[in-house]
């Protein structure tokens, strides 16, 4: 037995449907489940990635967790090895590899977990990007059959899948930064939580807009843009243009100061990958109550939560032992 330690990212796992922008747990049991089961390919230039082991699991009476795989294939090229002598030599091998992550979604505020097991583990943009296209894949095709009986079709998915900052993420990207050129904050449809800028939101739904931006140009106070950020909690997408103290120019996005935490986890190589895989997933969870932006909530999400409960208890619960 070996103890590894990890990093797993805290996310805003954020979809809501339609022109009225109704909460994810609306088509829980007829859209966001059965698309995640839907065993979907996403297939790039090089990789394929695809969710697998898609599970719910109560951890108590008052939460419900989604989890599951998100798996790469993929195929590792080696064209050059160190011989004995330590010369560099010519070879031609290739082997398939399939590194995974493991997601967690609290399925009352919609945060979410993401443990990226290995070196090329897919990470939050290959979740998102394969999350879109897996919930367009799965409608399309509903969608087609519903037409054909004449049947209301499902609405547009609008998805907004955020890392969550951090103030010491803010501060640790801005520590090299002499000026910030200009500040992004990128406004969309929120899924229960409050919102950041209220006038905002309200403006973006009286010109009918499902995304709205605001933009300051070179904001004086580095400490004002880090509390705003931090403030934001992954409600909005923060896109930062710099000026570092050695006058390169470059953009900080949202992933680069989203929160990852630290974990510690008891490998055993002699268990099946299938158990280790299950421990894991118990150890991520274990440790995520300690995680207070993984675990609050507001009134808005007790709300949806109690009201569309239902369409989550129409699928087997796994409870957490």
């Known amino acids: 037995m070996k103890i590894e330690k990890k990093y797993i990212d805290i996310i805003n796992f954020n979809v809501v449907f339609g022109e009225e922008e109704k909460p994810m747990l609306s088509y ?42 998100l798996v790469k294939k993929t195929n590792i090229e080696i064209k050059s090895v160190l011989n004995p002598n330590k010369k560099v030599v010519s070879t031609n091998q290739n082997y398939e590899s399939a590194p995974y992550s493991i997601f967690i979604i609290n399925l009352k505020n919609h945060r979410m977990l993401l443990f990226k097991n290995q070196k090329g583990s897919p990470n939050l943009s290959n979740f998102s990007s394969t999350f879109k296209k897996t919930i367009k894949n799965y409608t399309t095709i509903k969608n087609n059959i519903l037409k054909q009986t004449g049947k209301k079709p499902f609405p547009n998915a609008i998805i907004n899948i955020l890392g969550v900052p951090i103030l010491e993420s803010i501060s640790n990207a801005l520590k090299q930064v002499r000026k910030i050129k200009k500040l992004k904050l ?26 709205g931006s605001i933009i300051f140009n070179s904001p004086k106070s580095m400490e004002g843009v880090v509390e705003i950020i931090d403030e934001s909690k992954g409600t909005v997408d923060v896109t930062m243009e710099v000026e570092y103290k050695n006058n390169a120019i470059g ?21 099946t990958e299938e158990v280790r895989i299950n421990n894991k997933l118990k150890s991520i969870l274990k440790y995520s109550e300690d995680i207070d932006s993984f675990n609050f909530e507001n009134s808005s999400h007790n709300e949806i939560y109690d009201k569309y409960k239902g369409k989550i208890l129409e699928f087997p619960i796994k409870r957490l032992k």
């Not at 829980?28 to 089961?37: L, R, T, V």
């Not at 390919?41 to 989890?67: P, Q, R, S, V």
């Not at 950041?196 to 403006?203: A, Q, V």
């Open 28 to 69: 829980f049991n007829n859209i966001i489940y059965p698309a995640f089961k839907s065993n979907f390919i996403n297939k790039g230039k090089n990789n394929e990635y695809m969710f697998m082991d898609i599970n719910l699991f109560e951890k108590n009476k008052n939460t419900i967790f989604l989890t599951g795989m």
């Open 186 to 211: 990128r406004f969309h449809p929120l899924n229960g939580d409050l919102n950041f800028n209220g006038l905002t939101n309200e403006i973006r739904k009286t010109v009918d807009s499902k995304t």
């Open 251 to 271: 953009k900080i996005k949202n992933e680069a100061i989203s929160k990852s935490v630290e974990i510690e986890l008891f490998e055993n190589e002699d268990y």
